[in-house]
């Protein structure tokens, strides 16, 4: 499969599962509710809660394929979320009081869901997880400063067996992990943004961790839209002939549509 077709089908996948999510959204906020696509995040849900606005950042996955198009039916590794998924997370939640959600095609793996369902107590609780997280986030932040043969034997290094005291397991992950760069040649600066990183992280991560939810294995496309299909049929009381002919294809083409439009938004009526 061409990268293009990829991407297109991306953007389908995509504009589906924001269907789906704005009958929830609005049976759930009423008529004052509103969605961005392609917001701060794929979509955006805006509500007023206790006189102020709240959001929900949703971030849309598709089930990963082949090249040939071919479901992987592989789940999501914690390194895949430490890599793909917790930056932009982090990124949005850290000074807001905001909410994210990762709707994936895929499922995750149980550890996945073991570090964000320890939530705040994660670093006690699942604390390899947790600090293998925090080290692989701040490494990516200082690895692609460093010349390939320098990069190799830093990708390997693990941290084990953490302490169970979080302030001692960070303190060791900066010495050791600190050397190790050292060792590899990388100068002070490298070593210096690799430690602020890791602190940096550590320090937020934890609440943000609480805000996440996770909702994956969410199906492919043929059956999220098909599920969007029969709720129309069913809320409506529409044929099935009316909404596969001509309400699906303009409701998703409406998406792809307002997205394009720089802040506008999407509500109930």
């Known amino acids: 499969m061409s990268e293009k077709k990829i991407a297109i089908s991306g953007f389908d996948y995509q504009a589906i599962v924001i269907l789906d999510q704005l009958f929830d959204h609005f049976d759930l906020h009423g008529l004052g509710a509103k969605a961005r696509p392609e917001g701060a995040d794929d979509l955006d849900l805006i509500w007023r809660e206790n006189g102020r606005d709240r959001h929900r950042h949703i971030q849309v996955k598709k089930p990963r394929e082949t090249d040939q198009g071919v ?18 997370t982090l990124n949005q939640l850290t000074n807001l009081d905001s909410q994210q959600a990762w709707i994936l095609g895929d499922a995750v793996q149980p550890q996945v869901r073991r570090l964000v369902a320890a939530g705040s107590a994660a670093a006690d609780r699942e604390a390899e997880l947790y600090w293998l997280v925090v080290h692989l986030m701040a490494r990516a932040a200082v690895l692609g400063d460093l010349p390939p043969q320098q990069r190799q034997s830093l990708l390997k290094w693990r941290f084990k067996n953490p302490p ?6 960070r303190d060791l992950l900066l010495t050791d992990y600190g050397q190790r760069l050292s060792a590899a040649n990388a100068d002070a600066e490298v070593v210096s943004r690799y430690q602020e990183r890791v602190s940096w ?19 492919s496309e043929a059956d999220v839209g098909q599920r ?40 109930r009526q």
Do not use: C, M
């Open 201 to 219: 992280i550590h320090q937020h991560l934890p609440e943000v961790l609480t805000r996440i939810e996770i909702l994956d294995d969410y199906g």
């Open 71 to 88: 479901p992987k039916n592989q789940p999501w590794r914690v390194s895949e979320v430490a890599d793909e998924l917790l930056p932009n």
């Open 228 to 267: 969007f299909k029969d709720r129309l049929q069913r809320e409506y009381r529409l044929s099935a002939e009316t909404v596969e002919h001509n309400l699906f294809g303009n409701f998703r083409s409406f998406i792809n549509d307002v997205a394009k439009r720089p802040g506008e938004t999407i509500d």
């Open 164 to 169: 169970s005291i979080a302030n001692d397991a």
